[in-house]
T-cell receptor, first 112, second 111 residues
Framework: KAGVTQTPRYLIKTRGQQVTLSCSPI?????VSWYQQTPGQGLQFLFE???????NKGNFPGRFSGRQFSNSRSEMNVSTLELGDSALYLC???????????FGPGTRLTVL | AQRVTQPEKLLSVFKGAPVELKCNYS??????LFWYVQYSRQRLQLLLR??SRESIKGFTADLNKGETSFHLKKPFAQEEDSAMYYC?????????????FGKGTHLIIQP
């Protein structure tokens, strides 16, 4: 089985821009979760999508949004980028959110 | 809200010595607890979860509800155990907060 893939792997943006990250889950997995990882805050939950619906959401501002398509692929969007949004963004898929989550390699976002 | 605390950022032990990585949590109900591991240049992956009660790569972890702890143990450390270890919690049914992670412990096994 192919693992979780994330594109792009690296991104450099400037403040005020917006960015879209993509995640392709393992085939058959309907749950996709997104996490932000920073040296200071560690791994923090952003949101979870299941069957195209956002089911859970972490404590992040509305600039962070996402969606899931009918094939379970998910995108995450960050608008009006701030320097503090520089982080590794991880996507994880599972059959359901309480089961083992399989992580992708992450997208490294740098905001200048 | 739930919280996971891993008090040691770095733990260094010699090969063959016992290892214990500490994890404490705060949650008023019955959580589901996991240990995830990230080896150098690899993805974050599940090591074990408390409900399976398995021993993976010689590691075990016991949920102590009285002490709200889920420490990870291995009797004899091996060099290939060097990695970042994250304790994580979710509430029953998946929870509204996804997985709540601790800050991680960097385990270094010295030869």
């Amino acid at each position: 089985k192919a693992g979780v893939t994330q594109t792009p792997r690296y991104l450099i943006k400037t403040r005020g821009q917006q960015v879209t990250l993509s995640c392709s889950p393992i085939s058959g997995h309907r749950s996709v979760s997104w996490y932000q990882q920073t040296p200071g805050q560690g791994l923090q939950f952003l949101f979870e999508y299941f069957s195209e619906t956002q089911r859970n959401k972490g404590n992040f501002p509305g600039r962070f949004s996402g969606r899931q398509f009918s094939n379970s692929r998910s995108e995450m969007n960050v608008s009006t980028l701030e320097l503090g949004d520089s982080a590794l963004y991880l996507c994880a898929s599972s059959t359901d959110s309480y089961n083992e989550q399989f992580f992708g390699p992450g997208t490294r976002l740098t905001v200048l | 809200a739930q919280r996971v605390t891993q008090p040691e950022k770095l733990l260094s032990v010699f090969k063959g010595a016992p290892v214990e990585l500490k994890c404490n949590y705060s949650y008023s109900g019955s959580p589901e607890l996991f240990w995830y591991v990230q080896y150098s240049r690899q993805r974050l992956q599940l090591l074990l979860r408390h409900i399976s009660r398995e021993s993976i790569k010689g590691f075990t972890a016991d949920l102590n509800k009285g002490e709200t702890s889920f420490h990870l143990k291995k009797p004899f450390a091996q060099e290939e155990d060097s990695a970042m270890y994250y304790c994580a919690l979710t509430t029953p049914g998946g929870g509204a907060d996804g997985l709540t992670f601790g800050k991680g412990t960097h385990l270094i096994i010295q030869p």
